[in-house]
């Protein structure tokens, strides 16, 4: 028999989503150079391992990030036995949305709290000013911010499955984030552009995730099966 066949719906899926991630993490990694530049930006701090240097620069938290890939790959073996010891239904499904949620976004918010190199606290309000003069590199990153919760949210929130409630939410983290950026003097840019990218990568990686969104607004929630009652 074909093993491909024999696998269950929801283990099917849950590969995919596992694929589809990989393949973003690949696109995230090839958008900032060749591999062994990103091996060298990575390593670069443990040659002065200082506090500042592994929590407070893009390097630092780049490596703690990779570092911590096995543990929250852990996480999810563990949060998916616990749920399929009790009969929940997509156990593995529901356990790699959370960690991949908070795996993939929260890296990305520290490094936007971290401080600048601007004169003080800078707002702009313009949309598309700031746009004309980033990076490819700034553009990226700014898309890939709330990317991992538009992409896993709506597979572990069926209340947000849809692309204008995406919006909406990482719309609002991202507005969060740069009021943050401002009252903490941070030395950075607080940028209307940097709002309209982190919400369009949001939204465009909920689509990319799309197929499996009526799986999750059909009924896979996060409770037990029922047993059936036998008569007697």
């Given at each position: ?8 719906a929801?283990?099917?899926r849950?590969?995919r ?10 696109a995230?990694i090839?958008a900032f150079?060749p ?6 930006m990575?390593?670069?701090p443990?040659r002065r391992?200082?506090w500042?240097v592994?929590?407070g620069?893009f ?7 990779v570092?911590a890939?096995p543990?929250a790959?852990?996480a999810v ?6 749920r399929?010891?009790t009969?929940v239904t997509?156990?593995?499904r529901?356990s790699l949305?959370?960690?991949g949620?908070?795996?993939g976004?929260?890296p ?12 003080g606290a ?5 949309p598309l ?10 553009i ?5 911010v709330?990317a ?6 709506p597979?572990?929130?069926?209340a947000?499955?849809s692309?204008p ?5 990482a719309g609002g983290?991202?507005?969060?984030v740069?009021?943050?950026?401002y ?6 840019v607080?940028?209307v552009?940097?709002v ?12 990319a995730?799309?197929?499996?969104w009526r799986v999750?607004a059909?009924?896979s929630?996060?409770r037990?099966?029922?047993v059936?009652?036998?008569?007697r």
């Open positions: 028999m074909d093993h491909s066949t024999s696998l269950s929801p283990a099917r849950t590969r989503i596992v694929i589809a991630a990989l393949a973003v993490l690949g995230a090839a150079g591999v062994d530049t990103v091996l060298r990575l390593f670069m443990l391992p200082t500042h592994l929590f620069t390097n630092g938290v780049a490596l703690i990030t570092a890939l543990l790959a852990l073996w563990a949060l998916a036995r616990r399929s010891a009969g997509s156990a593995w529901l949305a959370e960690v949620i908070v795996y976004t929260v990305w918010v520290w490094i936007i709290l971290l401080p600048g190199d601007e004169d800078v707002v702009s309000l313009v000013r700031d746009l004309l003069m980033m990076e490819t590199s700034q990226i990153g700014n898309l890939l709330f991992a919760l538009g992409f896993l949210a597979l572990r929130f069926a947000l499955a692309v409630r995406i919006l909406a939410l983290c991202s507005v969060l740069e009021t943050v950026q009252v903490l003097r941070l030395d950075r607080s940028s552009d940097d309209l990218l982190n919400t369009a990568g949001a939204g465009l990686a909920a689509l995730s799309l197929p499996w999750t059909g009924g929630s996060d037990p099966r029922s059936p009652v036998v008569p």
